[in-house]
């Protein structure tokens, strides 16, 4: 592989000319840049992106840490920021923390290893004093973690509303509600709003928490078999409703005639269940942008005229509710 040497080389100049006109830096007259140009091109010379991101103070690289790649959630909103990150030349560093300390500390020594410009925090992180002693821009994604820090969410606590008042709308009586972990902000935030209107209407929801990635289908079971007279069940995000799907065809339960579904996320999966799914939907590709563009002028060390943004969510009405 030909090096920066071999460049100067063949061109006949020195490593540092060779330097400055792959970094665009200080004069170089018209024909020696040619000549580097030519050389860089005959021998096809790759420059090391690394050394050049140290010389610059700038990588053009954005990293992202998501709590688990594996969610449709995660991965729809990762490929949205990456599309919104090309659009300004920059690349994407993907981190799965899987909801693991010791994992996270591990990255932040590879965010200074490759000089990272930005980082778009979307993990529920216990070791937010490390992230901001890296002294690198960052943005959280999903939740609130401090006043300093800025944020993009969904109006968590209007998509519980918004299922609360489709299902009474329908006329459910008998209702369950089928939360992610309780211990999650976006979580306590879909139930506020759920619960706000179900209390307002009198109406009493049964609830049980389920893993967001893997609920169990047993447990789902269970508890539907617990409460046969259900006729609205609200689930915190839309794997969680696809398996109460699941189980409820098992039962031998109509959807949506003995009962309604409605999900929440909106992932892809919505249009292919059987009947198609209602949700939640979050504005993914809104978020992506609205956090790189958020990003961008913290990189360039420009004032935020708001530091928490929370874009509002639509109820997407399929065939699982009236």
């Known amino acids: 592989m030909p090096t920066i040497k071999d460049v100067a080389k063949k061109a006949n100049v020195s490593v540092a000319t060779v330097s400055r006109v792959i970094n665009n830096t200080g004069y170089v007259n018209i024909e020696t840049r040619k000549l580097v140009e030519k050389a860089i091109d005959?021998?096809?010379?790759?420059?090391?992106?690394?050394?050049?991101?140290?010389?610059?103070?700038?990588?053009?690289?954005?990293?992202?840490?998501?709590?688990?790649?594996?969610?449709?959630?995660?991965?729809?909103?990762?490929?949205?920021?990456?599309?919104?990150?090309?659009?300004?030349?920059?690349?994407?560093?993907?981190?799965?923390s899987r909801d693991d300390i010791e994992r996270e500390k591990k990255y932040m020594s590879v965010f200074q290893q490759y000089n990272i410009d930005g980082i778009i925090?979307?993990?529920?992180?216990?070791s937010l004093k490390d992230y901001q002693?890296?002294?690198?821009?960052?943005?959280?994604?999903?939740?609130?973690?401090?006043?300093?820090?800025?944020?993009?969410?969904?109006?968590?606590?209007?998509?519980?509303?918004?299922?609360?008042?489709?299902?009474?709308?329908?006329?459910?009586?008998?209702?369950?509600?089928?939360?992610g972990p309780s211990v999650l902000l976006t979580v306590q935030n879909r139930?506020?709003?759920?619960?706000d209107i179900m209390r307002k209407h009198d109406i009493f929801a049964h609830s049980f928490d389920l893993d967001f990635r893997k609920p169990d289908i047993n447990d789902?079971?269970?508890?539907?078999?617990?409460?046969?007279?259900?006729?609205?069940?609200?689930?915190?995000?839309?794997?969680i409703?696809?398996?109460?799907?699941?189980?409820?065809?098992?039962?031998?339960?109509?959807?949506?005639?003995?009962?309604?579904v409605i999900g929440f996320d909106n992932i892809e999966l919505c249009d292919y269940t059987s009947p198609s799914l209602t949700s939640i939907q979050q504005p993914i590709h809104d978020i992506?942008?609205?956090?790189?563009?958020?990003?961008?002028?913290?990189?360039?060390?420009e004032t935020l005229d708001t530091k928490h943004h929370v874009l509002p969510v639509n109820l997407i009405e399929r065939e699982s509710t009236k």
């Open 191 to 195: 139930a506020k709003g759920f619960y």
């Open 42 to 96: 005959e021998l096809g010379y790759i420059p090391n992106e690394l050394a050049r991101s140290l010389f610059r103070k700038q990588s053009k690289i954005i990293g992202v840490i998501v709590p688990h790649i594996s969610t449709i959630f995660f991965a729809e909103l990762i490929e949205a920021i990456e599309d919104a990150l090309a659009k300004e030349g920059y690349k994407l560093m993907i981190f799965n």
């Open 288 to 301: 992506a942008y609205k956090a790189t563009e958020l990003l961008f002028k913290l990189i360039k060390k």
């Open 133 to 179: 002693g890296l002294n690198i821009p960052i943005i959280t994604i999903d939740h609130k973690v401090g006043d300093g820090i800025p944020s993009i969410t969904s109006d968590n606590i209007m998509g519980g509303r918004l299922a609360a008042e489709k299902l009474i709308n329908s006329g459910a009586k008998n209702i369950i509600h089928f939360r």
């Open 241 to 260: 409703a696809i398996n109460v799907i699941r189980v409820l065809h098992k039962l031998k339960r109509r959807i949506p005639e003995d009962v309604e």
């Open 220 to 239: 789902i079971e269970m508890f539907l078999r617990k409460h046969p007279h259900a006729d609205g069940i609200f689930c915190s995000g839309d794997m």
């Open 121 to 126: 925090l979307v993990a529920n992180t216990k």
